[in-house]
């Protein structure tokens, strides 16, 4: 059976406020990205997904949405957006768009209807409350926090601030509170409400008709919920609300998106949902079942917070294994995204280290997400407080600061040097992407061989994964397909070791450390042993199969 292009695919994420301005206001737009697709077909990308860029007050930078079938003039037009999917399609790259389900603006036409009376017909497309009783434990005046119809917390503590405020705000007018698991001015559709699923199924017609090949669904696990809308138990009571929704009322509402992308022609729309839950075991469960598949992938982001430990990547890697992939679900890999701080800032700013992911990332089975500047080596900007525009605390500005295409005072933005955030470190000093072009040791050219190693390789692809014999701080794994195999080993220590080999001869085909250019590259290694240095990865192929490529 064929497999689906999302289980070959390596994807791509553009935040795009921060990949390129056109129009000189230093926020990046559509047009921004359409002038670089070039750009990612010589990296070598497969599918791109655009964050947000449809109409909203920008209070979470898009993830606000006040219009889910339009373009932010910010942003562009439809037509824009029309232009850059044609011109996308054209070089093979498919799009992928982000669908917010859990919530919308309070800006939106349908809260404003919802929220203008308790009779409104859309009252019910929100999740309204009264005060809790005084039977139900509720005391102060109406409106007051004692009053408040559970205890779940939101995402997002304020600025300066540890905690996480209530999930619920107090709407005067009306008398009653509405539920919201992020900002006060994202409130929770009420996603059982059948007049919101046809609503919502529009929304994805309307995309799908457009010709985008899929969606990116925002908290995904969050949409369904328990209707008593009960307290959580003391000791989660401090966890916010939309790190722990797991009601099983989501799965038939995914199991009814499904059918409407597999109705879709032509056919082979995906989704890849946002799932950020305690365990991977929980996570598994949105793939859904081969009587009613869900997801088509979902983020696991267990291994996104891992330190760079060995052990700890061990266990991630036996999770994705052993729950997602023995499910016969296909796993997703990430180390960056905008939520985030950047792999390589979280890994003590080692580029050495973050190379050494990007193999890993790009080698293990499942499909990987790359975050837009993760392959330029990028570390978070330093924002300063003056220069602060994220509502969430510590704040996820840094890694969102804008791409630095070339060695410009604009860096190859329209607006010139003051775009929207901080320009990340290294930016004046060569960590630019026509600049790391011309070097062939970048980061951009490491990830640019190891997207073409990756398209070269069935087994990396889509081959089978089995754990070599590894040592302390060294992980090496086996992937392989038919007769195509490599071999891979990270690095974990800051200092070299020595590794024993499978039968051979092997050869490098890739290494995150040496030189592109260097001359240990050729040939098998006599000894049947390979010194893998510090905070390195390497990709090994036979040798025999290396020599009749390149006979070709
Ligand atoms: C998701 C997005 C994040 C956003 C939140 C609320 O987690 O990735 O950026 O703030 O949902 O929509």
């Not at 990756?454 to 794994?477: E, K, N, P």
Request: glycine share 8%; charged share 25%; net charge negative.
């Amino acid at each position: 059976m064929k497999r689906p292009w999302w289980e070959d695919a390596v994807f791509y994420q553009i935040y795009p406020r921060s990949f390129c301005d056109s129009t000189g206001n230093g926020i990046g737009d559509l047009d921004g990205i359409r002038a670089h697709l070039d750009h990612l077909s010589w990296l070598g990308v497969d599918a791109l997904w655009l964050s947000p860029f449809y109409p909203s007050p920008m209070a979470d930078f898009g993830y606000d949405v006040s219009d889910y079938c339009g373009v932010d003039p910010l942003f562009g037009t439809l037509e824009d957006f029309d232009r850059l999917l044609v011109d996308a399609h054209a070089r093979n790259l498919r799009v992928i768009v982000d669908w917010v389900p859990n919530h919308t603006s309070d800006a939106h036409p349908w809260f404003l209807q919802s929220r203008s009376s308790r009779h409104n017909p859309k009252r019910d497309w929100y999740w309204w409350r009264d005060d809790r009783s005084d039977d139900e434990g509720g005391f102060g005046a109406p409106g007051s926090a004692g009053r408040r119809p559970n205890n779940w917390l939101a995402a997002f503590p304020g600025v300066g601030k540890s905690d996480f405020p209530p999930a619920w705000t107090w709407d005067q007018e009306t008398g009653q509170w509405y539920l919201h698991l992020f900002l006060d001015h994202q409130p929770d559709l009420n996603c059982h409400h059948p007049e919101v699923q046809s609503a919502m199924a529009g929304v994805l017609r309307f995309w799908l008709d457009r010709g985008a090949d899929g969606f990116r669904v925002d908290v995904v696990h969050a949409i369904g919920k328990d209707p008593r809308l009960a307290d959580l138990p003391d000791d989660l009571a401090a966890i916010p609300m939309c790190a722990l929704n797991d009601d099983p009322s989501t799965h038939p509402i995914l199991a009814r998106l499904r059918q409407l992308l597999d109705g879709c022609q032509p056919p082979a729309r995906m989704m890849v949902g946002e799932t950020v839950l305690p365990s991977v075991a929980q996570i598994v469960a949105y793939y859904g079942s081969p009587d009613g598949k869900e997801l088509d992938l979902a983020f696991n982001f267990h291994p996104l917070r891992s330190p760079w430990s060995a052990r700890s990547w061990t266990r991630r890697i036996d999770e994705a294994e052993e729950l997602i992939g023995a499910s016969g679900a296909w796993p997703t890999w990430v180390l960056s995204n905008h939520d985030t701080s950047r792999h390589r800032t979280r890994y003590g700013g080692s580029e050495a280290r973050a190379r050494a992911a990007a193999v890993m990332l790009l080698t293990l089975r499942g499909t990987p997400f790359l975050y837009a500047g993760e392959e330029l080596g990028l570390e978070d900007a330093v924002v300063a407080p003056d220069r602060r525009v994220d509502p969430a605390w510590p704040g996820r500005d840094g890694c969102r600061a804008p791409l630095p295409w070339d060695a410009g005072p604009g860096h190859g933005w329209a607006g010139g040097p003051d775009a929207w955030l901080p320009w990340p470190p290294e930016a004046d000093s060569g960590r630019t992407v026509v600049e790391e072009m011309d070097d062939p040791d970048s980061t951009l050219n490491l990830y640019r061989s190891l997207l073409r190693a990756r398209r070269g390789s069935q087994a990396l692809r889509a081959g089978s994964f089995t754990w070599a014999a590894t040592d302390g701080d060294v992980l090496a794994y086996r992937r392989k397909q038919g007769r195509d195999v490599r071999f891979v080993a990270v690095n974990f220590s800051d200092s070299p070791s020595s590794l024993d080999l499978p039968p051979g001869p092997w050869e490098v085909e890739l290494s995150s450390a040496r030189a592109a250019a260097d001359s240990r590259w050729d040939g098998p290694s006599p000894s049947g042993r390979i010194e893998v240095g510090p905070d390195e990865a390497v990709i090994l192929r036979p040798a025999r199969a290396a020599q009749l490529d390149r006979g070709r």
